[in-house]
Structure formats: structure tokens, C-alpha cells
């Protein structure tokens, strides 16, 4: 196979990475799951590669008592687990950075211990009032700790400072339908500007997302392609093989629609098919993916069946050996209707991609892992080869790997050698991992920098939030009076058949 290789040359120099500036981080909820996997073990690497800035430390709050040694003692196993070779100094070094306060979300005891420990605490490291607040709880305590941040002024600048200096970081889901996503987008804009909002959505920090930006805008010889003259439709998938994962109290009450579908999906469709942004500057993205999801064509609730599918894993085989289905799932309540599965067929009314369909599609308990973006281009008009009817050429896709390995993929049509005209499917292949010699990093690990740095490039702005609710209304609302009857599907599954409903030949396979 041929050797393909990216060639380091003299604009590797551009490439070397801002360090962050200095730094106080404020954590909600920091004894919890997310925090503990994802936060600090990204931090831990941003520190590691000198990344992060020497003026750096943690407040975490929460509910549990712990005392900053025990703390530090936590963050540290959880460290361990992900990288247990790491230098003992440097890890001791990071977490002694860490302090910790008990307290209640809603009494103010919690946020007057807050305000005179960072005072303390940016004395002792120098810092000058920046800020980041990151709330990693569970969505129902966001309005009272927003209320009392605001109420409290803790989101204002130290004298010297600017307001976007003090920044705070919020987790999907961003409401759990249009009227609660505008009523928390209405309670943070009380006392807090947008330039200081963070909406995470971790699947923007992925390599392969933001390199989509790259592939399509650095090069000249794909963007003439990328329309509905030359493209077929274009799919795009998550599969995952995970389950609930203890999480059947939030996932139940959301279900695929919210949790994958409303943010993720919509998200990586508007980085596929918005039209290039003016610059890379943050607004000038983020207007260009508001103005994308704006142009997808509404569904109304009597055509939801016609355009989604939703279904629900039952008992099946996983790993070989038997898995139970949803409904047997630990703290799923009796006889929920819950989707585990949803696929749905989009069209963007815009000049560039009338009448493409856009097929996504998200499913829990899967035979395996995969997401992945596949452009599929138009058949060739005419198959001039004797050998071959027109059937017979396979149409050429350009397939974006992003999960489990970072790649790209792009089939071709090739002669197979012989005196016969033959024809053989050739893969051109990139793993990103392989070409580039580098452990892909962590989505989080982007993500926090950048928020570190103050750009808002690949965090979701209001309006792309409220648009893709605004959109997904009528399929919740056409679930929640049970207008479509749920589909189930074996856990462990290959393939989801049910699927031939909305289109026969994308069925939903993974190989
Ligand atoms: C989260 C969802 O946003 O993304 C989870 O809440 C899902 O249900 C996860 O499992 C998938 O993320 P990743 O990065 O593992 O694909």
C-alpha cells in the first residue's frame, strides 16, 4: 500500500501552541464523574505540556465533604487511572494547586467562602482576578448557582480587569426544550454578557471536526465538489456500544433526541455544510453555522414519521455474552418509552443543498463504536466500459472517521492490472494517529485551552441552540403524545433494519 505522510515543513513553526494565561478555576460539582474524568485529567495534560500557566489554581465545590488533601488525594487516583506513568513531581506539583469547599448550591455561605478563598488565592498565585466558573452538575441546579453568581458580583471583573476576563463554562444539555432553553439563556444573559458564556459541546473539540474546516476551506480542489450537483446525500453516524453507564435518571428523561441529536449531530451538520465564514474568528463561524441550521427545513408534527425513526435496545448479545435490554436497565422506570435510537432525514433549503438528503443517525448499545461522516458523491452519467453497467460502478465516498481513529477515507475506482478492463475499489486512507506520529488529544483538553485563551470559536452560541430546539420541537412533541410507535432493536446490533423506513439504501450498518 502507498505510503502517505504529512510533510512537516516550514509552517510547523506557526504550529506551536499559546500557553494559557494566568487562571483561577471554580468548579460545581467537583467530586462528580465528569469532573473527575474529564476535567482535571485534561487539565493534568494541558499542565503537563506546559500549557497551562504557572499563575493556576482549582477551587472545587460540592455537596460531599472532603478536605483539600483529601481532594488533591481523589484527583490524583483519578489521574493515575488514565496515566499511570506520569512523573510523581509533576503530578504532586498540579494538584497542590487544588483546595475545596463543602457547601449548599443555594445558600450564600457557599459563594462568601468562594469570594475570600480566590481572593486569597489569586494573592498567593498572582493572579489578577480571571476567572472561569465551570458547572459541572446536573442541569437542574444551573439557575441557582447563575443566580447567585450574579447576585453575588462574582462574575464581574477585578477593578483592572474586563469583563470577558471571567468566563463561565456550562454543559449541555442547554435546556431540555425550546421554552427551557430560552428561560436559561434569559437567566444568564440577566447577569452575565454572551462573551462571557461557554456552552460546551465536546464533540467540537474532536480533531476530526475542526479539521473538516480545514479540508474543506484549505483546499481548492473539494469545495467545487461540495454541493448538490455533485453530492449524493450525506450521512452522518454515532454508534456507540455503551449502555446508560449509571446515568438512567438523566438519561431517561432525555433520551437520543436530546442528548446526542439536538447538540452533536446538528453541530457536526453545520460544520459539513455551512457556507465558508469570512475569517476564523469566532462570530464569524458561529454566524455561518446559525445561519446553516436556520435553513434546514422544519418538520411539522404530522411529518414527523416520514423524516424520523426512533427505537429502544431490548435484550440481545453483547461481547458474546447476553445483555439486557433498556427496560431491565437499573433505574429505568417500567415500561418507558425512552428513545435509545434516533434517525432522522434533514434537507437544507439553501441554494447550495436543495433537495440532498442529510441522513443522521445515534444509537446506544451497538455492536461497536463508530462515528463517522460520509459524503457520498452522484454516480457517474455513463459507463463507457463493456464490462461494466452503470450499476456496477460504485459511487466514490469520502468518509471522515472521527471515532475510534481519526481519519479520512476516500474511495475510488481504480483498474485492476490485466489485459482485461476490470474495475477494483481503492481506499486511499489516513489515520491521522499513524501520519502524524501523535496521541490524538482529548476533545476537553482543546476545549478548556481555548477557554483558557478566551476564544469562543468552538463553543455553541445562543441562537445555534435555540434554532436546533426551535427545529426539534415538533419530534418531541410528537413522541411525548406517543404519535409513533417505538421500534426495538437487539442490543449488540450490527444493524438497525427498522431503518428501511426512512430510506432503503442507507440502511444504518456497521461492518
Ligand atoms: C455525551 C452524551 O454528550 O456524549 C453521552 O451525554 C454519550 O450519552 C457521549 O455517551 C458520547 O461521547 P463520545 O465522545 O464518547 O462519543
Not at 434533514?346 to 443522521?360: E, G, Q, S
Request: aromatic content about 12%.
Amino acid at each position: 500500500m502507498a505510503k502517505i505522510e504529512a510533510k512537516i515543513d516550514h509552517r510547523e513553526m506557526l504550529c506551536v501552541e499559546t500557553a494559557a494565561g494566568p487562571t483561577g478555576f471554580v468548579v460545581f460539582g467537583a467530586s462528580g464523574d465528569l469532573a473527575h474524568r474529564k476535567l482535571y485529567t485534561s487539565l493534568y495534560e494541558l499542565y503537563r505540556r506546559e500549557l497551562m500557566s504557572q499563575c493556576f489554581y482549582l477551587i472545587g465545590c460540592g455537596r460531599s465533604q472532603y478536605s483539600h488533601e483529601a481532594f488533591r488525594e481523589a484527583v490524583k487516583k483519578n489521574i493515575l487511572v488514565s496515566d499511570h506513568t506520569t512523573d510523581e513531581q509533576k503530578l504532586a506539583e498540579f494538584i497542590s494547586r487544588f483546595y475545596y469547599l463543602s457547601g449548599d448550591y443555594s445558600q450564600t455561605q457557599l459563594y462568601q467562602d468562594i469570594c475570600d478563598l480566590t481572593t486569597e488565592l489569586d494573592a498567593k498565585y498572582c493572579l489578577d482576578g480571571n476567572r472561569i466558573f465551570y458547572l459541572s452538575v446536573p442541569p437542574f441546579l444551573y439557575e441557582t448557582i447563575i443566580e447567585k453568581l450574579g447576585e453575588l458580583h462574582l462574575m464581574c471583573p477585578a477593578a483592572s480587569g474586563q469583563i470577558e476576563n471571567v468566563r463561565l463554562v456550562i454543559e449541555k444539555p442547554f435546556g431540555r426544550d425550546l421554552d427551557s432553553a430560552r428561560r436559561l439563556d434569559e437567566k444568564l444573559l440577566l447577569y452575565f454578557d454572551e462573551s462571557q458564556i461557554y456552552r460546551i459541546d465536546h464533540y467540537l473539540g474532536k480533531e476530526t471536526v475542526q479539521n473538516l474546516l480545514i479540508f474543506r476551506f484549505a483546499n481548492s480542489i473539494f469545495e467545487p465538489l461540495w454541493n448538490r450537483n455533485f453530492i449524493e446525500h450525506v450521512q452522518i453516524n454515532i454508534a456507540e456500544s455503551v449502555g446508560l453507564e449509571h446515568r438512567a435518571g438523566y438519561y431517561d428523561k432525555s433520551g437520543a433526541l436530546r442528548d446526542m441529536f439536538q447538540n452533536h449531530m446538528l453541530q457536526m451538520l453545520a460544520m459539513v455544510a455551512m457556507e465558508p465564514p469570512v475569517s476564523f474568528a469566532a462570530d464569524s463561524v458561529r454566524d455561518e453555522k446559525a445561519k446553516l441550521l436556520r435553513s434546514i427545513r422544519p418538520v411539522t408534527a404530522n411529518q414527523v414519521d416520514q423524516f424520523f425513526v426512533r427505537g429502544q435496545y431490548g435484550p440481545g448479545v453483547v461481547d458474546g455474552k447476553e445483555a439486557r435490554g433498556y427496560l431491565a436497565e437499573e433505574g429505568v422506570p417500567t415500561g418507558s418509552k425512552t428513545e435509545t435510537f434516533v434517525a432522522g432525514k434533514l434537507f437544507i433549503d439553501n441554494w447550495r443543498w436543495k433537495d440532498v438528503p442529510f441522513y443522521l443517525r445515534t444509537g446506544k448499545r451497538l455492536s461497536r463504536k463508530l462515528t463517522e461522516i460520509i459524503i457520498t458523491f452522484k454516480q457517474v452519467p455513463h459507463s463507457m466500459f463493456d464490462t461494466s453497467d452503470l450499476v456496477d460502478i460504485p459511487q466514490n465516498t469520502l468518509r471522515f472517521q472521527i471515532q475510534p481513529n481519526e481519519g479520512m477515507y476516500l474511495s475510488l475506482q481504480a483498474k485492476r492490472p490485466g489485459s482485461k478492463i476490470c474495475m477494483s475499489n481503492l481506499d486511499m486512507a489516513v489515520d491521522y494517529q499513524k501520519v502524524f506520529g501523535v496521541k490524538m488529544p482529548e476533545a476537553y483538553q482543546r476545549l478548556l485551552l481555548d477557554c483558557m485563551l478566551g476564544d469562543q470559536t468552538l463553543f455553541t452560541r445562543r441562537d445555534s441552540v435555540e434554532i436546533a430546539w426551535q427545529l426539534l420541537m415538533p419530534v418531541l412533541e410528537s413522541w411525548r403524545n406517543d404519535g409513533q410507535k417505538l421500534n426495538v432493536y437487539p442490543a449488540g446490533a450490527s444493524k438497525v433494519n427498522f431503518l428501511d423506513k426512512i430510506e432503503k439504501e442507507t440502511l444504518f450498518s456497521l461492518k
